[in-house]
């Protein structure tokens, strides 16, 4: 017996907005959505788990943890406890997801890193939800 890491809960003042940017930025899909939360699964979600309504449990350990935005009233006041790291593929342009990611509404933080001496980008989502962009990686 075991666990799966299920979701990340995410607090968010518009739900379906916050999902549809993150499928966008991780080139996934909403597969749920109403008024008071909206999740998102990252990434090519295989169709053979999208389309039934159940499926065994070694396919289901190997679906991604999705990202759940719920409702709530206030807006973000603080710097994140917790944070998403994404990170590029060697074969990819880091710089061009950057850019792609800003293009697509996330802007840069600055959370008191040191440009010169780390090897990630600190960007914050449209609601101001700060995540990284690590340097490339293979593994």
Same mark, same amino acid.
């Not at 008024?35 to 039934?52: Q, S």
């Not at 914050?124 to 293979?138: H, I, K, M, Q, W």
């Given at each position: 017996?075991?666990?799966?890491?299920?979701?990340?809960?995410?607090?968010?003042?518009?739900?379906? !907005? @916050?999902?549809?940017?993150? !499928? @966008?930025?991780?080139?996934?899909?909403?597969?749920?959505?109403? !008024?008071?939360?909206?999740?998102?699964?990252?990434?090519?979600?295989?169709? =053979?788990?999208?389309?039934? =309504?159940?499926?065994?449990?070694? =396919?289901w350990h190997q679906t991604p943890?999705?990202?759940?935005?719920?409702?709530?009233?206030?807006?973000?006041?603080v710097k994140n406890r917790l944070?998403?790291?994404?990170?590029?593929? #060697?074969?990819?342009?880091? =710089?061009? @997801?950057?850019?792609? $990611?800003?293009? $697509?509404? !996330?802007?840069?933080?600055?959370?008191? @890193?040191?440009?010169?001496e780390v090897t990630w980008t600190? #960007?914050?989502?449209?609601?101001?939800?700060?995540?990284?962009?690590?340097?490339?990686?293979?593994?």
């Open positions: 017996m075991r666990l799966r890491w299920y979701t990340v809960v995410l607090d968010s003042i518009d739900p379906t !907005a @916050q999902a549809r940017w993150w !499928a @966008q930025a991780l080139e996934g899909e909403v597969v749920f959505e109403s !008024a008071e939360e909206a999740v998102v699964i990252p990434g090519d979600l295989p169709p =053979e788990i999208r389309e039934r =309504e159940s499926v065994p449990a070694a =396919e943890p999705g990202l759940c935005f719920v409702a709530v009233p206030e807006r973000k006041a944070h998403l790291d994404l990170a590029p593929h #060697l074969e990819d342009d880091r =710089e061009a @997801q950057i850019e792609r $990611l800003i293009a $697509l509404g !996330a802007r840069r933080v600055d959370v008191g @890193q040191d440009e010169d600190v #960007l914050a989502d449209p609601e101001g939800n700060e995540f990284c962009v690590l340097s490339s990686r293979d593994s």
